[in-house]
């Protein structure tokens, strides 16, 4: 009865906070300092592919008949600060509705907002909660814009900050300010992340971890240790890091490429220990006749290690135009587990904000992906073997090439309505299936109450 209270009362708090708390902030009758966050988001997407070409079809394939699927995520995000450098921040999330295909046979999948476990329901949860502790190095300080990850309205140009609870490695590692965020940027998985980053996360995307990063003028760096869930695509963490584990290192840097434009760099390597199989030893079971089907799961062992890099560009051009670029590298020996199963993954795309026609709120985004799988992974999937994600029965391999467009209309404070256009070629790597398309409509709502901006 209690989780039902909560199912259908969380929704409608988040959306009377998301679209009634801005006229409060601006009331002079509050007083509280900038030591408490409230603030609140909603992102509809509804997505329909028409029907597409495929020679066969398996249990983890993308359907080819067409279909309809909507998502939705409800956040509320609230945070105290108990001093000037100690905060804690609480998020409660709602995620329901469904993706195309259950989110099944397309490695670049088109919708970050699914969740891949459709029976986990809309039920409400703690998304993150966490201690953050800022230790200062200098005297000096910077103006901070004031957000859901830190309260404050100024920060230590130099300075430790630590993280520990239940977080996102997302959250922190491989941003991008053109393609980290599915409510106003990209849809698609492999272009608000780097697809082969398969960083420690459970269905939702959640993890317990802990974060230390050193700022400096110029540059970034940080580390983490995360845990890794039980089994692929798990729900349940392993809390014992003496044998699973996800460690991530990333050097972010701000060099003057472009003079007068703002440009970032950020190199990020990833080292994952958990309860992985082998696709090799997979492949050897099969055909030296000890099963009838490759099975991954099978040859699991406690222990194995995924490990990878990647590269990550963010380049200014001029006023409201952006560039990015990734790559993204894993060793492809041992089971996709977290993220999704893409072992070298490349992206490149731009966005414009609508300065030019007078609608500076607005913005356009495109981009183009290229994801492909290591030699091992490609033979098991054509073998018959079965992903977390993908499995067609049979395979005739080619990399999978996605194309998507977005334009991004504001229509009212902090209301958004969105149409986003993506093109799949050889969908799961196969190019026996699609090319496929897949259209979008979005719809975001968000507002945060404003408790003033001292420090």
């Known amino acids: 009865m209690r989780n039902d209270y909560l199912t259908r009362c969380v929704p409608a708090l988040l959306l009377c906070v998301a679209t009634g708390v801005h006229a409060q902030g601006e009331s002079s009758s509050l007083s509280f300092p900038d030591r408490l966050w409230v603030s609140g988001q909603a992102n509809f997407i509804t997505q329909f592919n028409p029907s597409f070409p495929a020679k066969y079809s398996g249990l983890n394939s993308f359907g080819p008949d067409a279909q309809v699927a ?8 609230t945070g105290l600060r108990l001093t000037n450098n100690t905060e804690i921040l609480f998020d409660l999330e709602s995620a329901g509705g469904s993706g195309l295909s ?6 670049g999948f088109t919708n970050l907002d699914v969740v891949r476990n459709p029976t986990l ?11 953050h502790q800022v230790i200062p190095l200098s005297a000096q300080y910077d103006d901070a814009v004031r957000g859901p990850m830190g309260l404050a309205s100024k920060v230590p140009v130099r300075r430790l900050e630590l993280r520990f609870g239940k977080l996102s490695t997302a959250d922190f590692f491989d941003l991008n300010g053109l393609g980290s965020d599915s409510h106003l940027q990209f849809l698609n998985w492999a272009a608000d992340n780097n697809a082969a980053f398969d960083y420690a996360a459970d269905t939702r995307g959640y993890t317990y971890g802990f974060l230390v990063e ?3 003028r110029d540059f970034v760096v940080r580390f983490g240790e ?21 460690q991530n290192t990333e050097l972010e840097l701000h060099p003057n490429l472009i003079r007068d434009q703002a440009s970032t760099i950020r190199l990020l390597s990833f080292t994952n220990a958990a309860n992985m199989g082998s696709y090799r030893e997979a492949i050897q079971a099969y055909r030296s006749g000890q099963v009838q089907t490759p099975d991954i799961t099978a040859s699991r062992r406690q222990g194995r290690l995924k490990y990878g890099f990647g590269i990550n560009l963010e380049q200014t051009l001029r006023e409201g135009w952006r560039a990015y670029g990734r790559f993204g590298w894993n060793d492809g020996k041992n089971e996709s587990f977290a993220y999704t199963e893409v072992d070298q993954s490349i992206s490149i795309g731009s966005d414009l904000r609508g300065l030019k026609w007078r609608r500076p709120e607005d913005k356009l985004g495109t981009t183009v992906l290229l994801d492909a799988i290591s030699e091992d992974h490609r033979t098991y999937l054509a073998l018959g073997g079965l992903g977390f994600l993908l499995g067609d029965g049979a395979l005739n391999y080619g990399r999978e090439k996605i194309w998507e467009t977005y334009y991004n209309l504001h229509i009212w404070r902090g209301v958004y309505l969105g149409g986003d256009v993506q093109r799949v070629w050889n969908p799961g790597y196969n190019r ?24």
């Open 214 to 216: 050193f700022y400096d």
């Open 432 to 455: 026996d299936r699609g090319p496929a398309s897949v259209f979008s409509l979005r719809m975001h709502i968000e507002d945060a109450a404003n408790f003033g901006n001292s420090r």
């Open 102 to 107: 259950n989110a099944l046979g397309i490695a």
């Open 121 to 131: 329901g809309s039920a409400p949860y703690v998304g993150r909660v966490m201690l």
């Open 70 to 77: 909507t998502s939705r995520v409800l956040t509320l995000y």
């Open 226 to 246: 995360m845990l890794m869930p039980k089994v692929a695509n798990g729900l349940e963490l392993d809390w014992n890091i003496a044998r699973a584990r996800g």
